[in-house]
């Protein structure tokens, strides 16, 4: 039972199942948030694995869990003002941006961590090899909010919410 989540995340590579949780709905929106980790090999049975804390955005909001996924041999988790990811579904690597934009999704194609992220009007596409280094990609100037990244293994593909706009890439860096 989750006492406190106030968003959650599910994904599987087929051997582990691995669920996530943010704690967004705690009294105090000053303090740390935290992402939850759990793993199942048999989708009864969970184990706690290491908690990812976060530092909070305006508001609180930077460990509510946007998505979770399995992506290219890699678990990777948006959190709006971060990112976690995992090559085994037990160790998450956390990244904590300090700009004022929220990841809205994030997935893994061509060796990059490609995310898309959103400050109020300014939608944009990044990527990174590390989750460290991060080049700009695309401006999506109009935008109202990003759709989730979705990946076809040779294309990887980004709608506008609420629009005919869809973004292609082949290689994560040209859209």
Sequence with gaps: TFSIAGSCGVATNGTILSVLYGDFNSADLATTRDIYIFSSLDGI????????SFTPAIGGASATMLEHRYSNGKFISSAYKGALYSNDGI???????GLTEFIISVN???????????????FVIYSSPDLLTWTLRQSAAGAT???????????????VYNSTTVYTS??????
């Design 108 to 122: 893994y194609f061509n060796s990059l961590f490609i995310i898309a992220r959103q400050d109020n009007t300014s």
């Design 45 to 52: 049975s969970f184990t706690a694995r290491t908690t990812q």
């Design 145 to 159: 909010y990003w759709g989730r990244i979705t990946n076809s293994g040779t294309t990887i593909v980004l709608p």
């Design 91 to 97: 160790n998450f690597t956390k990244y904590q941006t």
């Design 170 to 175: 082949t290689n994560g860096t040209s859209w």
